[in-house]
């Protein structure tokens, strides 16, 4: 089966560029695992803070989902973009994109809960401190 990938029997378009693609799919959980732990870092930053009113919630969610958010578009863009000059077909491309996109978040969330305790974020408000 060599020369399988560029000689039209697959849907790639050349071996470099489905090289490209899966490199980029497999470098997206360091992405994914990035935008979960931003996630947690920023409700874990906010629990540090010397608020002396922590009856609400947790003030800092909204940066750390935004973080999401935007980590998971670019990592989508990004894949969209390599698939499309990888596969030869523009659907098939959306749903190799997308399905790396789910692979990698879901990855790097399970590595952010092995390193986080199982929280994706802190809990509000933090436990007291116990000597």
């Known amino acids: 089966m060599t020369g399988a ?15 490209l693609y899966w490199a980029t799919a497999v470098l997206g959980v360091v ?4 935008s979960w732990q931003l996630l ?13 009113d922590r009856s609400g919630p947790n003030p800092n969610t909204g940066m750390g989902l935004t973080g999401l958010a935007v980590g998971h ?17 523009a659907r098939s491309a959306a749903w190799f994109a997308g399905v790396a996109l789910v692979v990698d978040s879901l990855v790097g969330l399970a590595f952010s809960l092995a390193l986080t305790g199982g929280e994706v974020v802190v ?6 401190y116990q000597p």
């Open 73 to 89: 578009v670019v990592g989508l863009v990004l894949l969209v973009l390599v698939a499309l000059g990888a596969r030869r077909d």
């Open 31 to 34: 992405g994914g695992f990035a």
């Open 123 to 128: 809990p509000w408000p933090q436990r007291p």
């Open 40 to 52: 947690w870092l920023a409700t874990e930053e906010a629990t540090r803070g010397a608020t002396p």
């Open 5 to 19: 990938i560029g000689d039209g029997r697959t849907g790639w378009t050349a071996p470099g560029r489905a090289a």
